[in-house]
C-alpha cells in the first residue's frame, strides 16, 4: 500500500467524521457556550436587614458604630433621608462591593470551582457546583434547591477563569433567570478580608 | 508474530478511541467547554470541532478494530493524538488550569487537571498507533485477503 493511498484513506476518514458531525448537529442544534449578559438584578441599598449600610468598601467601621452617633450633634442644615429606599441595579459581571452587598442579604452564592478548591477555601455559605458536575445526581440536587428567579452570584478562581460562565450559562438554560458573576472571585474576596470558611461543603 | 501484535494494538487503540468518542457525545457541552478553555480554536470553531471530533474518532476507532483501511484509521489516530498533545503543551506552557475532557466524564488513567500524565497517555497511544502503521493489518482484519482451506 502506498503512503499517498493511505494519506487520502485517512483524509477521506476524517471527512465522513465531519460529515457525521455535522448530520448531529444538524439534528441537536447549536452548542450554546456564551451566557445571556443582560441579566439585571436591582436591590435596596437602604434594607435594614443587610449586615453592612452603604457605602461599602468605603468604611470599615462596625455596623453599629453609625448609629451609635448621638444625633443632637447633627446640623439643622444636613439634608434628610429621602422618602423612597435607594437602589442599585446590578448588571450580569460583578464587583467585589457589588458581590459583598449581595452576601450581606443572604443572596445564593455558587462556587463554580472543582472540589479540592473548593475546601482549600471558599466564600462563605457558597455551595460548590462546577459546570461539568450539573448532570450528576449531587448536582441536580443542588440545582434542585437554587431559587427559580431570584439573584445567585457565581464565582471561580478570578482572572481568566471560565467556570463561573460556564455554570451561569447552563443555569440559564435551566430557567434561572438571575446568575450574576462575580468577576473577580475568590481571590479577591479573600484578599480583601471578607468571610471564607475551609472544608467540604454541606452538600 | 506480527498478526498478533496487530490484532492487539488495534483492539487497544480502536476500543480506546471508541469509548473517548462516545463518552464526548454523552455530554457535548462539556466538550465544547474543554476546548474553549484551552483557547486555541476561534469561538466560532469551537461548536463544529466539538461536534466532528467524537465522531471521526468513533470512525476510525471502528474501522482499526474490523481492520479495514487500518494503516489510514491508524495514521488519522496518530496525528489526532500528535494534535491533541500539541494542545495540551500548550495550555501547560501558558498556565491554563483546565481539564482534558479527553474521555468525557471518565478521569481515565488521569484525573484532575491537563499535566504531564496525559501526555505520557498519549504518547503511549501514539507509540501503539505507529506500532500498528509499520505492522500493518495483519492477518486477523476485515481486509486481508481471506486463506482457502487446502483440502
Known amino acids: ?203 | 508474530m506480527g498478526s498478533v501484535l496487530s490484532i492487539i494494538m488495534r483492539l487497544f487503540l480502536g476500543g480506546l478511541f471508541i469509548l473517548a468518542g462516545v463518552l464526548k457525545l454523552n455530554d457535548l457541552q462539556t466538550f465544547a467547554e474543554a476546548i474553549k478553555a484551552f483557547k486555541l480554536l476561534p469561538e466560532h470553531v469551537i461548536a463544529p470541532a466539538a461536534y466532528g471530533l467524537p465522531w471521526i474518532e468513533i470512525i476510525a476507532g471502528g474501522l482499526l478494530i474490523l481492520g479495514l483501511w487500518t494503516r489510514a484509521s491508524a495514521l488519522l489516530i496518530t496525528l489526532l493524538l500528535a494534535g491533541f498533545t500539541a494542545g495540551i503543551v500548550s495550555v501547560i506552557l501558558r498556565g491554563i488550569d483546565t481539564k482534558c475532557s479527553c474521555f468525557g466524564e471518565l478521569e481515565w488513567p488521569c484525573s484532575g487537571d491537563v499535566g504531564r500524565c496525559q501526555i505520557i497517555r498519549n504518547s503511549v497511544l501514539m507509540l501503539a498507533g505507529v506500532i500498528i502503521l509499520a505492522v500493518g493489518p495483519g492477518r486477523f482484519a476485515a481486509e486481508s485477503p481471506r486463506r482457502l482451506p487446502v483440502d
Open chain 1, 1 to 203: 500500500m502506498s503512503i499517498g493511498s493511505t494519506i487520502q484513506k485517512a483524509v477521506v476518514i476524517a471527512a465522513l467524521g465531519a460529515a457525521a458531525g455535522y448530520a448531529h448537529w444538524a439534528l441537536r442544534g447549536p452548542i450554546n457556550l456564551a451566557p445571556d449578559k443582560s441579566v439585571t438584578t436591582t436591590i435596596e441599598l437602604d434594607d435594614p436587614m443587610a449586615a453592612d449600610p452603604v457605602p461599602v468598601g468605603v468604611n470599615d467601621s462596625e455596623p453599629g458604630e453609625t448609629a451609635a452617633t448621638p444625633a443632637t450633634t447633627t446640623p439643622a442644615t444636613e439634608t434628610p433621608p429621602p422618602a423612597a429606599p435607594r437602589t442599585l441595579t446590578l448588571g450580569f459581571e460583578i464587583t467585589l462591593e457589588q458581590a459583598k452587598l449581595l452576601h450581606d442579604r443572604s443572596v445564593t452564592f455558587l462556587d463554580a470551582r472543582h472540589a479540592a478548591e473548593y475546601e482549600a477555601g471558599h466564600i462563605q455559605n457558597a455551595f460548590q457546583l462546577a459546570a461539568d458536575e450539573l448532570p450528576t445526581d449531587r448536582g441536580q440536587q443542588i440545582v434542585g434547591m437554587l431559587p427559580m428567579g431570584q439573584p445567585i452570584v457565581i464565582y471561580c478562581g478570578g482572572g481568566d477563569c471560565d467556570a463561573s460562565h460556564n455554570l451561569a450559562n447552563r443555569l440559564q438554560q435551566l430557567g434561572f433567570t438571575g446568575t450574576h458573576i462575580f468577576v473577580d472571585g475568590y481571590p479577591a474576596w479573600a484578599g480583601a478580608g471578607l468571610p471564607v470558611e475551609v472544608g467540604p461543603g454541606m452538600f
